[in-house]
């Protein structure tokens, strides 16, 4: 699941001009021995959770979040970058896009793996109890949104995958068969056990096949570009429609739409220096490579192609498609389970089960009959609030390793930063889109938040 928080309104509007509507999903948020926790007896977002009950290793985390980053919009984005800007200029703003955004994703799992904590009580600590229940209410409202959009687009690839191999063009019922079969899979993984997902699924199965689906796509795409010619594609200039610190911008969107939701499974884990770690690495490595192969799948097909038909053309393309779209089903899985987290934050009277179980059903109805690509503006404006959130929550909670802020039901100084950090995400999609609004929302919150913790 990748969202799209942070991403300035105006230019998801370009990206959506070349992105096929179908494809937009979550740019916003998925061993060793096995454990017996369930979402029934999983620990409330405000509980944190004890050491015997810490089973994540670097290994977890790195598996986990190399899987969340992998995504069928983070290749589209890549290779929109390319007519933007030269082969060398995007793949540099890949790469430092990356690394940055999911260095700020490890550095919130970090906080939330010391203190046990959820996202939801990391915000309820910066912000106070109380007022933490307007950021929550978002979130889950959000997280609602990007899951009915996650099983769109796996309903929508499953649709072309079977149009290609049965020729059922005119089959009308098709796509809604498609969304059942895919809501029928979230709603069994929701009612099940969030750390048997990643431990029994994603590390030893799921990532096996999604490494060598992606290996596959890359050694086919880039053999194609040798063929064309490597040199006239480097040296390709770009058209000018995008700054560099824009595409910068663009990139760290991906790993910072996460950020609601890292520190509901960091908490997990057994010390917060492997957490760090391997939600760094994993992030940061699927960021890198989703991107880059979008980028090799621009440089070789015609000018305009589509990403999915395209893929579908290649040899091996199918087989290779199908695995990425299973691999969609633990991020449109991330959301429901974070979002439910956050319920029983809002309210304990709800296990975590149950109301995952409730969202899956409300994002299945959603996705047979909303219109889910005419909410996508509201869903983008959502996200915005949440760049400069954890812009305050870092700095109010980074470093504080004997123990949190006391509870409050409101603290006047982060909220009004918050507020502050959402008006320059704002107003820099107004008025400086080419120096982007997510980094320089992000680094106001983190200075002013500063020092005000230095203050008191």
């Known amino acids: 699941m990748e969202h799209s928080l942070g991403v300035p309104l105006r230019r998801w509007s370009a990206v959506a001009e070349r992105v096929p509507l179908n494809l937009i999903e979550v740019i916003l948020a998925q061993g060793s021995t096995m454990t017996t926790i369930s979402h029934d007896t999983a620990h409330p977002s405000t509980v944190p959770i004890p050491a015997t009950d810490r089973v994540f290793g670097f290994t977890d985390h790195a598996a986990l979040w190399f899987s969340l980053g992998v995504g069928l919009l983070v290749m589209q984005v890549g290779a929109y970058l390319v007519p933007a800007l030269s082969p060398p200029r995007a793949l540099l703003a890949v790469l430092l896009g990356s690394a940055l955004g999911a260095g700020l994703l490890a550095w919130v799992a970090a906080i939330g793996c010391r203190h046990g904590l959820s996202s939801s009580a990391l915000i309820g600590r910066s912000l106070g109890q109380g007022f933490a229940l307007l950021p929550v209410g978002l979130n889950v409202l959000q997280l609602l949104g990007w899951t009915a959009f996650e099983l769109v687009v796996m309903r929508d690839g499953t649709t072309a995958i079977v149009r290609r191999l049965a020729g059922l063009d005119a089959a009308a019922w098709l796509p809604w068969a498609a969304t059942l079969v895919w809501g029928g899979l979230l709603l069994a993984l929701a009612s099940g056990s969030m750390i048997g997902l990643v431990r029994r699924f994603v590390s030893r199965f799921g990532l096996p096949l999604v490494i060598a689906s992606l290996c596959w796509l890359s050694w086919q795409f880039g053999a194609r570009l040798l063929e064309q010619g490597v040199d006239a594609w ?41 957490a760090l770690r391997g939600t760094w690495l994993g992030y940061s490595v699927a960021n890198v490579w989703c991107y880059a192969l979008g980028v090799l799948v621009a440089g070789s097909a015609p000018a305009g192609a589509d990403l999915v038909a395209t893929l579908l053309l290649a040899q091996g393309g199918l087989l290779a498609l199908g695995l990425i779209l299973i691999d969609e089903a633990d991020n449109a899985y991330g959301d429901v389970h974070s979002g439910a987290v956050s319920i029983s934050f809002v309210t304990a009277r709800v296990s975590i089960r149950s109301a995952g179980m409730a969202l899956a059903l409300l994002a299945i109805a959603c996705a047979l009959v909303l219109p889910m690509h005419s909410l996508e503006p509201f869903l983008l404006m959502l996200s915005s609030v949440f760049v400069p959130l954890f812009g305050v929550v870092i700095s109010q909670l980074a470093g504080r390793a004997g123990g949190l802020p006391a509870e409050r039901m409101l603290r006047w100084g982060p909220a009004l930063v918050w507020l502050l950090g959402i008006a320059c995400f704002h107003a820099g999609a107004r008025w400086w889109p080419d120096w982007g609004s997510a980094l320089p929302s992000l680094a106001l919150t983190l200075l002013l938040g500063s020092a005000l913790r230095g203050r008191t």
Not at 237 to 265: E, F, Q
Not at 266 to 273: F, L, P, W
Request: glycine share 10%; aromatic share 10%.
């Open 234 to 274: 480097w040296s390709r200039p770009g058209d000018g429609s995008m700054s560099l610190l824009a595409a910068l911008d663009l990139v760290i969107a991906m790993p910072v739409s996460w950020l609601p939701l890292v520190a509901d499974y960091a908490r997990y884990g057994r010390a917060a220096g492997p």
